[in-house]
């Protein structure tokens, strides 16, 4: 009789197997050795260690991801690394899989993640109070080292610049200056196309130095050449007089060197590539400037031109 009793016990423990790819070694960890496990992804940069794959199989088997804490724990100790998360479990109580990782912490958690302080600090970075906006990241202990900071909150402050860099000239220099400089912020990407930075996106080019000390941290390069064509295109064919539009020479002047040398050392290695086939698109635009250039009266304006124009060779 203790037998049959004993039987629906083994089911029940079902069976399975684990399977861990190493990406970095490391000396395993002491078998008491704390292991902090999370449940999601955690929120802050990180290195993966090794990958964990765990399957069980059985009646009636765990489909929580607590239920697993231990195996996860186990397997990152062996990999030599104190932190892991579970990134799914998929199945039902007779057949699951659980995905985690075993994980090396590179960064800050989250910092700038409340909804009203959040309100606060877009409210001070646009009225330019720089001591509001200084007291509102040192009270929250944001890392200034952009490596160290947590994706999150790098992403908060890259908003910052794009919300108010739409501003162009009137943008408020002395909270985006101080975001650069001290925070080492800088535009990694944004819509060209739509204006995802409010009206035009053609004022961030009148921004003090947003587009010159961003232009190397741009992800999408085609696009950001894309952006300077047609906004010197722009102010050649709609060019009011403005000082928003003068200002945007000045400042495109500042970057067109930096779009030069990536056009000349791109075609150099492949002229076939996308970049290169700004080329021709320049070369147009600088013979367009020869023709107007002695219909231009205004000075300051037939400066800027000139310099564009010298600017342009590739």
């Known amino acids: 009789m203790k037998a049959i009793h004993f039987l629906p016990l083994i089911l029940l423990a079902g069976c399975g197997s684990t399977h861990v790819k190493k990406k970095i070694e490391l000396p395993p960890l002491p078998a008491d050795a704390p292991v902090e ?10 290195d993966v260690i090794c990958d964990i794959n765990i399957t069980r199989r059985g009646d009636f088997i765990s489909t929580t991801r607590e239920a697993y804490r231990s195996n996860v724990e186990v397997e ?8 892991a998360f579970i ?37 001070a970075a646009n009225l330019d109070n720089l001591e509001v906006t200084k007291k509102i990241i040192q009270d929250l202990e944001v890392n200034k080292d952009r490596d160290m ?25 002395k909270v985006i200056n101080y975001l650069m400089k001290d925070y080492n912020v800088r535009l990694m990407k944004f819509d060209f196309k739509t204006g995802a930075l409010g009206s035009d996106p053609r004022k961030v080019a ?20 894309s952006y300077v064509n047609n906004y010197i295109v722009g102010i050649l064919n709609y060019y009011s007089g403005s000082r928003e539009d003068l200002i945007g020479l000045q400042k495109i002047n500042g970057v067109l060197p930096l779009v030069m040398k990536e056009i000349k050392d791109t075609c150099a290695k492949d002229a076939t590539s996308e970049v290169c086939s700004f080329k021709p698109r320049f070369q147009e635009i600088r ?7 002695p219909k231009v009266k205004d000075a300051p304006v037939k400066k800027q031109l000139n310099n564009l124009y010298q600017g342009i060779r590739v």
């Open 76 to 83: 990152a100790r062996k990999c030599g690394a104190n932190m």
């Open 37 to 46: 496990v999370f449940m999601d992804h955690p929120n802050f940069r990180y």
């Open 287 to 293: 013979g367009h400037i020869q023709k107007i250039l």
């Open 149 to 173: 900071r947590s994706p999150n909150d790098d992403t908060v402050l890259q908003f910052l610049i794009y919300e108010n860099a739409k501003l162009g000239s009137n943008c408020p220099k």
């Open 206 to 225: 009148a921004c003090e130095l947003v587009l010159k000390d961003s232009y190397p941290h741009f992800y999408n390069r085609p696009a950001l050449l």
């Open 87 to 123: 990134q799914s479990l998929i199945g039902t109580t007779s057949n699951v899989t659980v995905t985690g990782y075993a994980i090396k912490k590179l960064s800050d958690a989250d910092k700038l993640v409340d909804m009203e302080g959040l309100k606060r600090l877009g409210r």
